[in-house]
């Protein structure tokens, strides 16, 4: 069972349209963190969400932490081909990360 | 601020042999790094978590024999896998917390045993 349950697992969209990926768990997390990773290549985080109800924005990426601090959201507006990539959610449990299974988001021009 | 660095980035072995992975925290102390493990198209999946000066604690199902961990200081943390097979073609990751408990991200290591 995953204890962290990321929707959807695959995306693929045009250029300039809006989508929304949710990261949701039966779990507390002390803290939500998101990250994006190229292939090849590390993960690199975008942010971290502590407080349930935060709404934290990035560009044209906004997170959001539910009130519970059982899931998360990540927004992305107007999508570019740039924001190709993996995204993947992690909840901070015990000092450690739990990931979510990721979501492959193609970007089409 | 907060970068990490691996080496190295990719190997190739014969099976059989025992590669080592170096995980460093290039500006900042961490006293605890993690290493993960990632298949294509996957999330990742954590190995191990490696505090200085203590042994690692491995999740459940790694094989603490079959990858050796060494935490020599606060900024280097060395993943040993032992007679590599095929099976453990991957790209493995680490990790290191700086103080405010956040987790940044090695570019990964890829391994390619033949």
């Known amino acids: 069972t995953q204890l962290l349950e990321q929707s959807p697992q695959f995306l693929s969209i045009q250029e300039g349209e809006n989508l929304t990926v949710y990261c949701n768990s039966s779990?507390?997390?002390?803290?939500l963190q998101w990250y994006r990773q190229e292939p090849g290549e590390g993960p690199v985080l975008l942010v971290t969400?502590?407080?349930?109800?935060e709404v934290k924005k990035l560009k044209r990426l906004t997170f959001q932490f539910g009130d519970a601090r059982k899931d998360s959201s990540l927004h992305i507006t107007a999508a570019q081909p740039g924001d190709t990539g993996l995204y993947l959610c992690a909840g901070g449990k015990g000092g450690k990360l739990i990931f979510g299974q990721g979501t492959e988001l193609s970007v089409k021009p | 601020g907060a970068v990490v660095s691996q080496h190295p980035s990719r190997v190739i072995c014969k099976s059989g042999t025992s590669v080592k992975i170096e995980c460093r925290s290039l500006?900042?102390?961490?006293?605890?790094m993690f290493w993960y493990r990632q298949f294509p198209k996957q999330s990742l999946m954590l190995m191990a978590t490696?505090?200085?000066?203590?042994?690692?604690?491995?999740e459940q199902g790694v094989e603490k024999d079959k990858f050796l961990i060494n935490h020599a200081s606060l900024t280097l943390s060395t993943l040993t896998v032992t007679s590599a097979h095929p099976e453990d073609s991957s790209f493995y990751i680490c990790?290191?917390?700086?103080?405010?408990?956040?987790?940044?991200f090695g570019p990964g290591t890829r391994l390619t045993v033949l």
């Open positions: 969400v502590v407080t349930g109800g």
């Open positions: 490696s505090n200085e000066g203590s042994k690692a604690t491995y």
């Open positions: 779990s507390v997390f002390s803290s």
């Open positions: 500006d900042f102390q961490a006293t605890t």
């Open positions: 990790s290191a917390t700086n103080r405010g408990n956040e987790q940044f």
